[in-house]
């Protein structure tokens, strides 16, 4: 494994409600960024088929508008969509971090798929907590989500917007040694000037406190709001209009020290955002501090995670015996 590496992060508006155009858009960007060297891309949270922004911009009745394009052109695993992604990635030699809306029988979640350059998909996670009211839309991940796996360029992990504020979530992943992390935001854009926790000032904040924490390099890819998707939503309503206005993309990337790296791109335009990056500003990084490892304090806190995967319906023949559940309770009512 090479210590060095090039890597993209995406800020583009997403081809809203339209999955074949998303991944239309999606290819020509793949091709673009492999064209300039890079080794890894990522996209902004629910870039396919876009973030559903109607959530916080009208009652539920008027939102109902959406729900059904939303569902029908969300993505599925194994589809035809799929596909297309995975040969782009086949194609260009390069990994891809596809943050999607992943339509599950008649359930969404927040998704990122991490295809590697031969076109696997290596790791499929959903975060675990849609935010405040994203849970009208989706369901809910579970700790087999907090998972880095090892690739050609180091160990790469994934989390979603406001899993950049959940300390638990966060110290889950910096314990398995995660070398680049692809940290998916939606558009910025949203409440600006109203509510100050959603706008780029924390929320870059967050993702540049996670690169330190976790002596990490942080991809934070970020979406942006079109004068056709503001026109769509608000309806030329200029109350929603202040609510949601044009622009809204921060992209950024930053280095295990905090630093920031790379161009950015102005927050109401299109580009991809790149940087080179050595794995070997890590280990300086966690010289100073390694909050998992000897930056830890064993005997005061530890962390207990269930990374089994959980599923709603389990068959007879699949389920554990009543005397391993009753083992496996009384075990971690003893940790606690």
């Not at 995660?178 to 780029?200: F, K, M, R, S, V």
Request: proline share 4%; with cysteine.
């Amino acid at each position: 494994m090479s210590t060095q590496a090039k890597v993209a992060a995406v800020q583009a508006a997403p081809c809203f409600l339209d999955l074949e155009a998303g991944i239309d858009k999606a290819i020509g960007l793949i091709e673009e960024a492999a064209q300039k060297g890079a080794n890894l891309i990522a996209f902004s949270e629910t870039w396919l088929p876009g973030y559903p922004n109607y959530i916080w911009l009208g009652p539920v009745a008027w939102q109902m508008q959406f729900v059904g394009r939303y569902f029908d052109n969300s993505i599925e695993a194994g589809s035809p969509q799929e596909a297309r992604l995975a040969k782009a990635c086949r194609d260009n030699n390069i990994q891809l971090s596809m943050g999607c809306s992943e339509r599950d029988g008649g359930s969404l979640y927040i998704a990122q798929w991490h295809f590697d350059e031969t076109g696997a998909v290596i790791n499929r996670r959903r975060k675990l907590k849609p935010t405040h009211v994203e849970r009208t839309v989706y369901g809910e991940g579970d700790g087999s989500d907090l998972n880095v796996v090892d690739t050609s360029i180091g160990r790469v992990g994934q989390l979603a917007c406001w899993e950049h504020l959940q300390p638990l979530s966060k110290y889950a992943m910096y314990a398995q040694n995660e070398q680049i992390h692809c940290a998916a935001w939606p558009n910025l854009a949203l409440y600006e000037g109203t509510a100050y926790a959603l706008g780029h000032q924390v929320n870059n904040a967050a993702s540049m406190i996670y690169a330190v924490e976790g002596s990490c390099f942080v991809l934070a890819p970020c979406s942006l709001v079109t004068k056709e998707m503001q026109d769509l939503l608000c309806e030329g309503n200029t109350e929603k209009e202040a609510l949601f206005p044009v622009g809204g993309g921060y992209t950024a990337i930053y280095a295990p020290d905090g630093s920031e790296i790379g161009e950015r791109i102005p927050h109401d335009q299109e580009g991809i955002m790149y940087a080179d990056i050595d794995l070997h500003m890590i280990g300086y990084a966690k010289a100073a501090a390694d909050p998992a490892g000897h930056y830890a304090k064993r005997d005061s806190t530890r962390l207990l995670i269930n990374r089994k995967k959980q599923r709603p319906v389990v068959s007879f023949d699949d389920a554990p015996g009543w005397e391993e559940v009753t083992e496996t309770t009384e075990a971690l009512e003893t940790a606690v």
